[in-house]
């Protein structure tokens, strides 16, 4: 099994896992969206027990009912194949086993997540995107960017495609396939930039 996320302890054997099929994509797609909820909001409505770096012991996850029928190597197919890097799982002590973390997108507050606080305007990159649709864009420009609840702005120091830059395709709601997708580039000043981020906390990468 490969541990994955931010370089953690992989096992021998995980590479050349092969594509889900259909059926199982429907089932991941459901999974990811389960484990999204209990690990960025609903933790503690869950009653799951979640470490000051998010993570939480896969095993209790599980029992929850919302996760009958899955496995963790279901978890592990869905944490692998995430092109968002959405998630992480990494061995925890004897006790826990398997643990499992939300990388980004809390509304709780997670104080660990090694994030790099960026706290000086020389240490911001001179363009930071933001990937939306074009209906929101109005609010945009009349009330800035809002966090919405969560505790940062998803962000990118550059354009899908550019090297190192990780974007999934948004898809635009189906009552309405002809809304495009909508880069913010914020072009602005560094010190603007960063007073403007200011009240959903330190700006970090």
Known sequence: MNFSGGGRQEAAGSRGRRAPRPREQDRDVQLSKALSYA?????????????????????????????????????????????????????GD??????????QGHSLQVPKLELMPLETPQALPLMLVHGTFWKHWPSILLKGLSCQGRTH?????????????????????????????????????????QLSLQACGPIVK
């Not at 702005?153 to 990780?166: N, R, Y």
């Not at 999934?168 to 009552?175: E, G, S």
């Open 39 to 91: 690990l960025r909001h609903g933790a503690l409505k869950l009653g799951l027990p979640m470490g000051a770096d998010g993570f939480v012991p896969l095993g209790t996850l599980l029992q929850l009912p919302q996760f009958r029928g899955f496995s963790a190597e279901d978890v592990q197919r869905v944490v692998d194949t995430n092109r968002k890097q959405r998630f992480a799982l990494q061995l």
């Open 94 to 103: 004897p006790s826990t086993g398997l643990l499992i973390r939300a990388n």
């Open 153 to 193: 702005i998803h962000l990118a120091p550059g354009l899908p495609g550019d090297p190192g830059i990780i974007s999934a395709p948004l898809h635009p709601p189906a009552q309405d396939p002809s809304l495009p997708r909508l880069l913010t580039a914020l072009q602005v000043p560094r010190p603007q930039l």
